[in-house]
């Protein structure tokens, strides 16, 4: 797979400068998520906002969940994203995307509350979706306590936090919340069968099959049964039904093992009569989304989440 000259050159670099460490699946979940909060560091910060960030919590269902609050301007209420950061439900955390989260709260105008979802493998499948849950069903009762627009919220994230986003905005339904929008970057949708772009895809760039099955290891445990694979917790494609979810702004990547299946989400959507707006950025590679300062393909994902999310709050 050919990609972009821009993403390319950051790849050779993070590749040169990583040479020496393990295989991922040698790896500690504490190694890579030391790994993946430096990367972030690598990558850059993002804006300053007008109306701050603060640290704080929300109850949830084993203990209170981190969350953090990204606000455009002072004063308020504002339309709000609640955002589920990526990372394979193992790593990833409030600091690895605090800068998507300013540029988003930034370009959107919107209020932007960031969820620090339990982990695996200390808290495995579905620990992450009763936490996700838990966060949309707050904003959805509490959410005015601090300046959200409870009549206008939508879900995002990318990669894991896609398939959060994916999850809830069909709990959602189902509780007759209603949200604007289902913000999905790369989302994981389908894990009960094959995709070509697995194979295509399989060594990556910045995601890998070894990867995808170290996180999968970690989240189901090992050898996960076709039952839970097929769990439309996890698998938010194998839900019976998806008429009346929110309308989707869904991006997916040419060089990236889980392009097949969001494509497919994206034409699932449709077919239940939701709204998609979907992108495939060609020539790009998992992570772009994190990669605003450094590849043009980034600049442009994130000016059209920003843009989705403006559109879908006015």
């Known amino acids: 797979m050919t990609l972009n000259p821009d993403t390319q050159a950051f790849i050779d670099m993070l590749e040169s400068a990583n040479a020496d460490a393990p295989p991922t699946s040698e790896q500690s979940p504490e190694y890579a998520r030391d790994g993946y909060q430096a990367l ?6 993002g804006p300053e906002l007008g109306g701050g960030v603060e ?4 109850p949830g269902p084993a203990g209170d969940i981190p969350i953090r609050v990204y606000r455009p301007t002072t004063g308020g209420p504002h339309p709000a994203l609640v955002f589920f950061h990526g990372g394979g439900f193992v790593i ?4 690895t995307h605090d800068k998507e989260c300013r540029l988003l709260c930034e370009k959107a105008g919107c209020l932007v509350l960031a969820v620090d979802y339990r982990l695996a493998p ?12 838990a966060a949309v069903q707050w904003v959805n009762q509490h959410g005015a306590q601090i300046g959200i627009d409870t009549k206008r919220v939508a879900v995002g994230g990318d990669s894991a936090g896609g398939n959060l986003a994916a999850v809830t905005a069909l709990m959602a339904r189902d509780a007759d919340i209603d949200l604007k929008l289902q913000m999905l970057v790369y989302p994981a949708t389908d894990a009960s069968r094959h995709h070509d772009s697995f194979d295509e895809n399989r060594d990556g ?8 099955d170290w996180f999968w290891s970690h989240y189901l445990g090992p050898e996960p049964s076709e039952e839970i694979l097929s769990d439309w917790r996890f698998s938010p494609a194998q839900a019976f039904n998806h008429t009346g979810v929110a309308p989707a702004y869904l991006a997916t990547c040419s060089a990236d093992p889980l392009r097949d299946e969001g494509n497919e989400y994206a034409q699932l959507l449709r077919s239940a009569k939701v709204p998609v707006t979907h992108s495939m950025f060609e020539g790009e590679p998992h992570v772009l989304f994190q990669l605003f300062n450094v590849c043009e393909g980034a600049k442009t994902l994130i000016e059209e989440c920003a843009a989705a999310l403006a559109t879908a709050f006015e």
Do not use: K
């Open 40 to 45: 972030a560091h690598v990558l850059g910060p």
């Open 55 to 58: 640290d704080s919590h929300i």
């Open 92 to 95: 990833g955390d409030l600091e």
């Open 122 to 133: 200390e808290d495995r499948f579905p620990a992450a979706v009763e936490d996700a849950w």
């Open 205 to 212: 760039p910045l995601l890998t099959i070894e990867i995808i």
